[in-house]
């Protein structure tokens, strides 16, 4: 499966329609990892763009909720190393997820 499919096999809300939740508040549908860095998703047109957190390189203090790409995370590699799907990952609010928590993501 990769990383578009992942996104299109969840419920994600559709972008722009969880303006009126807290982003403490906003459901986590999917998590990608590679390295240090995680991406995850709360919002997506299920094509290409999705709104979420973003932690770059184990860097807290520079992590923030914003949109990203999903094409771009498929065509990012380190030799045969690409981004992964975290299969394992449960649904859930931002709030729960201590790795958005340690980063500043909830306030």
């Known amino acids: 499966m990769n990383i578009q499919e992942a996104i299109q096999a969840t419920d994600i809300p ?3 329609s969880t303006e009126n939740i807290t982003n403490e508040d906003k459901m986590i549908h999917c998590h990608f990892v590679f390295g240090n860095c995680h991406w995850f998703a709360a919002e997506s047109d299920k094509n ?3 709104f979420g957190y ?3 390189n184990g860097d807290f203090q520079n992590a923030e909720w914003g949109y990203f790409s999903l094409q771009e995370l498929q065509e990012v590699s380190l030799g ?3 981004i992964q799907i975290d299969t394992n990952w449960k649904v859930q609010p931002a709030k729960d997820i201590e790795l958005i928590k340690l980063s500043g993501g909830i306030f």
Do not use: N, Q, S
Request: proline share 0%; net charge negative; glycine share 0%.
């Open 80 to 82: 045969a190393f690409h």
């Open 54 to 56: 973003v932690i770059l």
């Open 48 to 50: 290409d763009t999705c």
């Open 14 to 16: 559709d972008l722009y």
